[in-house]
Structure formats: structure tokens, C-alpha cells
């Protein structure tokens, strides 16, 4: 069982920055693919970011590409979103998640760990 730990979320005026940190349990880190999810009140969980196993491959929603940078520091069990230029539609509950396979990223129903999540609220 993999236990995943979010960190970094707060409030931020638009077009400030943070920061989201997600431990992970699992000595073999390394084997997971890792990624962000987010959800707003009353819509759909929706894919944000992922990194795979050894960091050289990273997929962007287009909504974030430009302004969000995923990476993971694997001696560390842990993964890193760093959010710029952020906007009040950025504004959600962000769910760091994690899975041993090699299925689609963007898929929720792909990832078999998901951890309680970190709340980001923008102001404009």
C-alpha cells in the first residue's frame, strides 16, 4: 500500500506562485509513475499534470502548460508541482496520485494511489 502525503497548498492572489510537495511511502518510488489531479467544486476530477518513473517524460494538460512544472527527486520519495502565473480557474482541490503501470495518464480510473489532497485557492 502506497501512502501519499500532500503538502504546499494555500491561498494566492492570481498571478503569485506555490509550491505542492507529495511524500510518498514506497521504498520503490522510483517503479511509479506520479501526477497531479485537481477538482473544483461541482465538476470533474480533472488531469493536470504527470511525471514517469525516472523523470524523462512529463505530460501537461494544456490548461497548465507554461505556468505548472512537475519533477520528483526519487532519494526522496517525493514529487514537486511548482504552480506560476496562477489564475482564479486554478482554484481546486489538487490530489497528488501515483501508479506502477503503463496506462494513460490522463485517465483517473489508470491510477491505483491517490492521496487526501491539497487545497489551492486564487483571488483575483
Known amino acids: 500500500q502506497v501512502r501519499l502525503v500532500e503538502s504546499g497548498g494555500g491561498l494566492v492572489q492570481a498571478g503569485g506562485s506555490l509550491r505542492l510537495s507529495c511524500a510518498a511511502s514506497?521504498?520503490?518510488?522510483?517503479?511509479?509513475?506520479m501526477g497531479w489531479f485537481r477538482q473544483a467544486p461541482g465538476k470533474e476530477r480533472q488531469f493536470v499534470i504527470a511525471?514517469?518513473?525516472?523523470?524523462?517524460?512529463?505530460y501537461y494538460a494544456d490548461s497548465v502548460k507554461g505556468r505548472f512544472t512537475i519533477s520528483r527527486d526519487n532519494a526522496k520519495n517525493t514529487m514537486y508541482l511548482q504552480m506560476n502565473s496562477l489564475k482564479p480557474e486554478d482554484t481546486a482541490a489538487y490530489y497528488c496520485?501515483?501508479?506502477?503501470?503503463?496506462?494513460?495518464?490522463?485517465?483517473?480510473?489508470?491510477?491505483?494511489?491517490w492521496g487526501q489532497g491539497t487545497q489551492v485557492t486564487v483571488f483575483a
Open positions: 496520485v501515483a501508479d506502477p503501470g503503463d496506462r494513460s495518464v490522463y485517465v483517473p480510473t489508470s491510477w491505483g494511489y
Open positions: 514506497e521504498r520503490t518510488f522510483s517503479d511509479y509513475t
Open positions: 511525471i514517469n518513473f525516472n523523470g524523462a517524460r512529463t
